[in-house]
């Protein structure tokens, strides 16, 4: 069963970029991960897919200013030009053996 | 559109039942997995329970085997989760969300479940 790493917690000024790490167990380094956003008392909302290769595939609606990447076991989520909004719980997802898997969140502070 | 609503959440004593419902539109229900995640208010979220298109296949969470069930009616455009057994630490909101394709791309707004006497 794969385990998700993610830092407890980040923050960045508005207006600038914060680039949030999501990283793979040991033997798991090629698994696709998805990103999801959760505000401040709503539900999770799906941001994106980010596949080993670097390739990413956003939700309808997500602002260009979201993007994606991948190093290795690691998969990035990249937030440009931070606004007020962008202030929330951010959770990596990944699947293996019909089982899903959650990282434990990054609440992410926009100062 | 795509939609997905639960229902059924409430308070229920230690040891008691309780069936929510997920009501989805807007795409070929019987197309795709559905699946139950759970949140501990101020916690993270956790996988619970997943069926596959046909509702041939379920998995679940180690911590509500054996407890909670997984189904589905594809007719009805709806899956259920029926929880018996429940503890103090099955309190949490309930989501349910779809995957389209290889992870979660769809949530519904959650249902809040309440273990107490």
């Given amino acids: ?111 | 559109e795509v939609q997905v609503v639960e229902s059924g959440g409430g308070l229920v004593q230690p040891g008691g039942s309780l069936r929510l419902s997920c009501a989805a539109s807007g795409f070929t229900f019987s197309t795709y997995w559905m699946n139950w995640v759970r949140q501990v208010p101020g916690k993270g979220l956790v996988w619970v329970s997943r069926i596959n298109s046909d509702g041939t296949s379920t998995t679940y969470a180690d911590s509500v085997k054996g407890r909670f069930t997984i189904s589905r009616d594809n007719a009805k455009n709806t899956v259920y989760l029926q929880m018996n057994s429940l503890r103090a630490e099955d309190t949490a909101v309930y989501y349910c969300a779809m995957i389209v394709s290889r992870t979660i791309d769809y949530w519904g707004q959650g249902t809040l479940v309440t273990v107490s006497s």
């Fill in chain 1, 1 to 111: 069963q794969p385990v998700l790493t993610q830092s407890s917690s980040a923050s960045a000024s508005l207006g600038s970029s914060v680039k949030l790490t999501c990283t793979l167990s040991s033997g798991h380094s090629s698994y696709i991960i998805a990103w999801h956003q959760q505000q401040p008392g709503k539900a999770p909302r799906y941001l994106m897919k980010v596949e080993g290769s670097g390739s990413y595939n956003k939700g309808r609606g997500v602002p260009d200013r979201f993007s994606g990447s991948s190093s290795g076991a690691d998969r990035y989520l990249t937030i440009s030009n931070l606004q007020s909004e962008d202030e929330a719980d951010y959770y990596c997802e990944t699947w293996d053996s019909n089982s899903g898997v959650f990282g434990g969140g990054t609440k992410l502070t926009v100062l």
